[in-house]
Each structure stands twice: as C-alpha cells, then as structure tokens.
C-alpha cells in the first residue's frame, strides 16, 4: 500500500479564496483524521471520521472549515474564505481501530494564504 | 485542563551521544502515550506506544519509560545518530465513552551534530 496520500503537497491562495485539500486513507483503515500543524501551536486534531461519519469536530477553528467524507477511500477539508491565518501544514491520517491504535499520516499539504 | 508540556524544546548534541527527552501530562482519565518522530517535510511516524501497566519499551536505540503515578514519560536514544535529527512529539490519549481525544506535545527538535 502506497500509504495515506495527500493533495496537493503545496498551496499558494490568495486571501478570500476557497481552498481544497484532499486525502486517500490508507484502504481498510475505518478511523480518518485531519490535522493542522503551525510552529505557535504544534499538531492539533481537527475532525476525525469513523466509517465516512464525523465523530468529532471540536477541534475545527470556525465554520469557514468544513469537511467530508462522501466514501472510505476519498476525503476533503475545505476552507472558504481562506485567511492568512490558516497558513499551515495540514496532515491527514488514518487508523484500523481507534485509541491505542496507531494513526498512520500522509506526507502533508503546507497551505499558504497571502 | 488536559496538556502535554515536553522539554526541552530543543536539543543539540554530537554524534554517538546519548539524550533523554521529557513528557509531563495532565491528560485524564489516561490511556495510552505515544512518541511520535517527525522528519522535516514529513508527517510523523510512531515510535513507540505506552499503556497505564507499561513502565519501559523499547524500539531499537530508542527507550521510552511511562510512570504513571506521576504522569511523566521519557525517550532515551542512545548512540545517536545523524538520521535522529528529528521533532519528537508526545501524544497522550484519553477515552472518555469511547471517544478519541489525543492530545499533543509540541515536541522537542533535536539535531545531532558529527
């Protein structure tokens, strides 16, 4: 298996621009999560998913992030409007089981909004 | 208010040298704690995973230890190596009803010198 894969590696986006970032879990793995990462606050969890439904969403920062999972290999995070302040690294993981399962991650989408 | 504080926040050391890492956790009710090694560009990649009845595992050159009473876990690397240049991250896990809560250290950059 290729691993947890992520698109695109790299985002430049103007301010105000909606913005898509995709993931393909690793297959069989029921547990998806998204995270953010910044150098002011380390790895947060945003919003993780069990079997295509959102478990929790605690952590997404405000309704301008959205994100779904339509089937078991294929999900989206979506930020509309972008604002500098979400410049960060954006990892997406998956996992068979939950708690002291482990999460694998993908290589990372490093969004910058100018 | 459950956090995960790691010290330091950054180590430099020489090759072959010997380091210990610290994680304090207030994080409760506890279930598990995970070590996390990030190469830049990279997302991260489990080292090793603590339960509460585990007080020493060990994953090659790393050891990591997990005393419970006091909430405080280390990751000892021994003889290090050029290729441990790396952020070391603690996560430590709680299950409230099932639920996956992880919370995250913001890690220690460490860079080993030859």
């Known amino acids: 298996d290729a691993g947890v894969i992520q698109s695109p590696r790299h985002e430049v986006t103007e301010m105000g621009q909606e913005v898509t970032l995709r993931c393909k879990p690793i297959?069989?793995?029921?547990?998806l999560f998204w995270y953010r990462q910044t150098m002011m606050r380390g790895l947060e969890l945003l919003i993780y998913?069990?079997?295509?439904?959102?478990?929790?969403d605690s952590g997404m920062p405000e309704d301008r992030f959205s994100a779904k999972m339509p089937n078991a290999s294929f999900s989206t995070l979506k930020i509309q409007p972008s604002e500098p302040r979400d410049s960060a690294v954006y990892f997406c993981?998956?996992?068979?089981?939950?708690?002291?399962?482990?999460?694998?991650f993908g290589q990372g989408t490093r969004l910058t909004v100018v | 208010k459950n956090q995960v504080e790691q010290s330091p926040q950054s180590l430099i050391i020489l090759e072959g040298k010997n380091c210990t890492l610290q994680c304090n956790y207030t994080v409760s009710p506890f279930s598990n704690l995970r070590w996390y090694k990030q190469d830049t560009g990279r997302g991260p990649v489990s080292l090793t995973i603590m339960t509460f009845s585990e007080n020493t595992k060990s994953n090659g050159r790393y050891t990591a230890t997990l005393d419970a009473d006091t909430k405080q876990s280390s990751l000892h690397i021994t003889a290090s190596q050029l290729s441990d240049s790396a952020s070391y991250i603690c996560v430590v896990s709680k299950f409230p009803g099932g639920s996956y809560i992880p919370t995250f250290g913001r890690g220690t950059s460490l860079i080993v010198h030859p």
């Open positions: 993981a998956s996992s068979p089981g939950q708690g002291a399962t482990e999460a694998f």
């Open positions: 297959s069989g793995h029921d547990y």
């Open positions: 998913f069990n079997n295509n439904v959102p478990i929790d």
